[in-house]
């Protein structure tokens, strides 16, 4: 209670003379250190917080320290952000991004860029808060008698009110916070998990290399394995790409900078640390499963499940308490974040927020009843989706994350290297189709391929359709 006491105070005082800008792009003076402090937790949230330490060593895809393949190539795609998005967003003095898009191709392709950035960013905002809601219900819930429907509306309740008001102002603050606490809760798991196992610090590192869980690269499996590490690395380059720099949510703690300088040390500050922050995480799951085999403990079947497991049950009472502030730092870094994001491109994408003839009154009144509307969409489909996943959370989220950004990864791409123009009505049949088509080819690879498996790499299949289908509709400028 005292975390959520302080988060609100965080939220009291930064939403203080808040108004409609304030919300949407906290007037455009954060300190650029806040948000790169504040976007690892982002970027990382509860999924990462289990599902990383889980899948370490579950064995198949994300095994061992292979991963780390993929933030490698997170660093590519950050240049790229920094480099060439970075300076399109703040010359065209954008709230939402997406408003890049009817700029350069017009009305059909400027929402369709944005339906699929909120389609997005509700299932990723999903998958986040179901595997949180997951944990709290399992192991806070249910001793209560607490039922998992009561469990997650208090989830986006808490969010909802210290957000609602201050939004991406508050967020900044809060995300730096809740930043701070997950890393600490890390740092601090792996400190007592090697005290039980009788290793000192010095002792760690060593102890972790020469385990069987931490070979980083995978060359030898060929394009068939999923962890090979051209596919992880390439993939990776583009998750960072789309999941950061073509997404609102990402973005628009970014354009809250106070110039586009500061913007951009902001992402490469960002990109350093996530390394060691990755890392970190890693290393937390091999200790996880050295500690299960000395304990003697049996792997749960979901793998998610065996970081809380050991924290909660098997280490001192006083871990269970770090555990359960760095799971809820690491949910709500992301999860708050969502919410705004979500109310920002549905505001200014779909209702014409900036309107001049609207009331600050009036803007207030839409933005608030946006704001409460997506809160409710989580929940169902948070509810609904706990009845179907029946696998790692970090696996799913990579897989849909292809899916539904390859459209948006095709349409930037297309526009900012081609000065082609375009149908635009006919965007929205191509970018329906590319996703099909993807899903077709991706879940018959081997048939058509033989070995070859495109697995994470389906993004950039999704993309390339889509970029062929707008060639396809358009004519020279």
């Keep these: 209670m005292a975390y959520f006491v302080g988060l609100y105070l965080v939220s009291f005082f930064t939403s203080k003379n808040s108004d409609s800008n304030t919300f949407f792009s906290a007037n455009k003076n954060s300190p650029w250190i806040l948000v790169a402090i504040g976007m ?6 509860g999924v990462t917080f289990i599902s990383i330490p889980g899948v370490v060593g579950a064995g198949g895809y994300n095994m061992a320290f292979s991963y780390m393949q993929m933030v490698f190539g997170y660093l590519v795609g950050y240049f790229i952000i920094a480099t060439v998005l970075m300076p399109i967003y703040y010359k065209l003095n954008l709230i939402s991004i997406y408003g890049y898009l009817e700029q350069r191709f017009g009305f059909y392709s400027y929402k369709t860029g944005a339906f699929y950035f909120i389609v997005s960013r509700i299932i990723g905002a999903t998958f986040r808060l179901f595997l949180v809601s997951m944990v709290f219900h399992q192991f806070i819930g249910e001793p209560f008698g607490i039922p998992l429907w009561l ?8 969010i909802w009110i210290y957000t609602y008001k201050g939004g991406i102002k508050t967020i900044v603050w809060t995300d730096t916070i809740q930043t701070v606490c997950m890393l600490t809760a890390v740092i601090l798991s792996i400190y007592f998990i090697g005290k039980e196992m009788d290793l000192g610090l010095t002792d760690l590192i060593p102890t972790i290399q020469s385990s069987e869980y931490s070979q980083m690269f995978f060359w030898e499996g060929g394009w068939a394995d999923a962890n090979n590490f051209f596919k992880q690395f390439i993939s990776g380059a583009l998750i960072a790409l789309v999941m950061t720099g073509l997404d609102q949510d990402m973005m628009q703690k970014n354009l809250t900078c106070r110039s586009l300088g500061d913007a951009q040390k902001n992402v490469f500050l960002f990109s350093v640390i996530l390394i060691f922050a990755n890392l970190l ?29 050991i924290a909660l049950e098997h280490l001192p009472p006083f871990l269970g308490i770090v555990f359960i502030l760095g799971l809820i730092a690491a949910a709500y870094s992301s999860a708050d974040s969502a919410l705004t994001s979500l109310t920002t491109s549905f505001c200014f994408d779909f209702l014409d927020f900036d309107k001049k003839d609207r009331t600050e009154k009036e803007k207030k009144k839409i933005r608030i009843l946006v704001h409460i509307a997506f809160s409710f969409i989580l929940y169902v489909i948070i509810l609904i989706f706990s009845t179907l996943n029946d696998t790692a959370v970090i696996n799913d989220l990579l897989v849909w994350a292809g899916y539904t950004y390859g459209p948006l990864l095709g349409l930037f791409a ?11 009505k006919l965007v929205i049949p191509v970018a329906i189709i590319a996703p099909i088509l993807s899903y077709l080819i991706n879940t018959n690879s081997e048939l058509i391929f033989g070995d070859f498996k495109i697995g994470s790499l389906v993004i950039a299949l999704n993309g390339f359709l889509t970029f062929l289908g707008l060639l396809a509709i358009s004519k020279s400028a």
């Design 414 to 424: 297309f526009g900012i290297f081609t000065k082609r123009k375009i149908i635009d």
């Design 40 to 45: 690892i937790g982002a970027s990382l949230s």
């Design 281 to 309: 995480f890693l290393s937390l799951g091999a200790l996880l499963y050295m500690y299960a085999d000395f304990i003697q403990l049996a792997i749960p079947e979901r793998s998610d499940l065996l970081y809380p497991i």
């Design 151 to 158: 469990t997650v509306l208090l989830t986006i309740i808490l």
